[in-house]
């Protein structure tokens, strides 16, 4: 996203210091869970960095944090900064209801309890409860909002081709070793599914948030 798309004229001078000051704590404490476990497995044999960053909730997690602290310095309100904001809300959402739904006994990580609490539970709910709360001020069509999904769409071509290449996989329902590509097959497509409505639910949250402010 263009440096200019994020500093613009449309930059909101009405934003509340206190929803500054909240995003800029919140993206801070995202940024630390984030960078607890590659600090403190540096040098370990068993830690890959490159399979850190292929965890589609660390991925997500780093866009929510630069979200906040752009939300927290700038706060633009232009059309594609507030698309871009929706996006990041509907991955930390997906997160968030896959991690509740299929991996909360799962060990996919190795993380500490607090950051999992944090990066699973926590950043979620301060995206959407942004998102709801201080809403883009114009309508976003679901049209749109549909485009969203190209960046779990990529990240799961990502993971099925790197897999067969370095013998792992980041979550055992994209895992085809087990199950078989069959029946991994009917899961991601109850997965997208799944996702086309979480999509179309922020959108709605959005607009819904947008009437009531």
């Known amino acids: 996203m263009p440096v200019s798309d994020i500093a613009d004229k449309s930059t909101s001078p009405r934003t509340h210091p206190l929803v500054r000051a909240l995003r800029l704590a919140f993206a801070v404490l995202g940024g630390v869970a984030l960078l607890w476990l590659p600090v403190r497995e540096a040098g370990e044999p068993d830690f890959n960095l490159v399979s850190y960053f292929s965890y589609f909730t660390v991925l997500s997690n ?3 944090a630069l979200v906040l602290v752009v939300g927290a310095i700038a706060d633009p309100q232009s059309e594609r900064w507030q698309l871009f904001r929706g996006a990041v809300t509907t991955y930390m959402v997906i997160t968030g209801i896959v991690y509740a739904v299929l991996l909360a006994n799962v060990d996919v990580g190795g993380q500490g309890t607090w950051t999992n609490e944090v990066v699973h539970r926590i950043m979620p709910l301060v ?14 069509g679901d049209a749109k909002a549909l485009t969203w999904l190209w960046f779990p769409v990529v990240y799961g071509v990502y993971t099925l081709i790197r897999g067969p290449i370095v013998d792992w996989y980041p ?9 078989g590509y069959l029946q991994m097959a009917i899961g991601l497509v109850v997965l997208v599914i799944a996702f086309l409505l979480i999509c179309l639910a922020v959108n709605v949250a959005g607009r819904l948030g947008r009437r009531w402010r």
């Open 171 to 179: 979550y055992p329902f994209i895992d085809p070793r087990e199950q």
């Open 62 to 64: 780093v866009l929510a």
């Open 127 to 140: 995206i959407v409860l942004d998102w709801v709360l201080m809403p883009a001020r114009m309508r976003i």
